[in-house]
């Protein structure tokens, strides 16, 4: 079975920063990783994913995420956050054989300060 | 496109009442799951769906919840009789097919209060 860990319930930062928000997951097999982001009382959005090939993938909004397999971790980052990104932002995993079942992190909440 | 549809945005009713919460997937698309978020348990997956066939309902919490999808543009989830501890915000999503790293369109949610 598939799981996935944020290591921060919520991050603040001020505006211009960079952020990083952590994710390590676990599984005994080959896993495609996934960004969602969610802003208040809206669903979710794919932010970025990695599928395969280069362990640096980008996404929308300036967010890029480099999956490292070692370390099992899978961490988004942004070198200048805008107030707008204040959202909540969840990893996720899924199994790239057989199986739609996607298990989501707790989230972590950005929280941008001005 | 509209997007995933789903209705009602917000549901109030009173313990023991029939709720039915309701979603129409993106045109097209061939997978729908709906997922329950709270915050205590974050966002679970509760059951999903390829061409209108439950394939994995596993999260389904107990015999009050159940889940149909009668035709590619519609399906329901529905509590009966609905519990104080079923308070959550519902999202259906969809998808396209399983060659693609299937993203998941998520709709806007339904966020259910049980009196």
């Known amino acids: 079975a598939q799981s996935v860990t944020q290591l921060d319930s919520q991050v603040p930062v001020f505006e211009e920063a960079p952020v990083e928000l952590r994710c390590n997951y676990s599984?005994?097999?080959?896993?495609?990783l996934f960004w969602y982001v969610q802003y208040p009382n809206q669903g979710l959005q794919l932010l970025l994913k990695?599928?395969?090939?280069?362990?640096l993938v980008k996404g929308i909004n300036g967010f890029e995420a480099e999956f490292n397999k070692s370390q099992t971790s899978f961490h988004l980052r942004k070198p200048s956050v805008h107030i707008s990104d204040t959202a909540e932002y969840f990893c996720?995993?899924?199994?790239?054989?057989?199986?739609?079942?996607?298990?989501f992190g707790a989230g972590t909440r950005l929280f941008v300060k001005a | 496109d509209a997007g995933v549809i789903q209705s009602p945005r917000h549901e109030v009713t009173e313990m023991g009442q029939e709720v039915t919460l309701r979603c129409k997937p993106i045109?097209?698309?061939?997978?729908l799951f709906w997922y329950r978020q709270t915050m205590m348990r974050g966002l679970e997956l509760l059951i999903y769906f390829n061409n209108n066939v439950p394939i994995d309902d596993s999260g389904m919490p107990e015999d009050r919840f159940s889940a149909k999808m009668p035709n590619a543009s519609f399906s329901t989830l529905k509590i009966q009789p609905s519990e104080p501890r079923d308070s959550a915000v519902y999202f259906c999503?969809?998808?396209?097919?399983?060659?693609?790293?299937?993203?998941?369109?998520f709709g806007p949610g339904t966020r259910l209060t049980v009196l």
């Open positions: 996720a995993v899924r199994k790239n054989t057989g199986g739609f079942k996607t298990i």
């Open positions: 999503a969809s998808s396209l097919d399983r060659v693609s790293y299937n993203e998941q369109f």
């Open positions: 045109s097209g698309h061939d997978y």
């Open positions: 990695y599928l395969s090939g280069s362990t």
């Open positions: 599984s005994s097999v080959s896993v495609y």
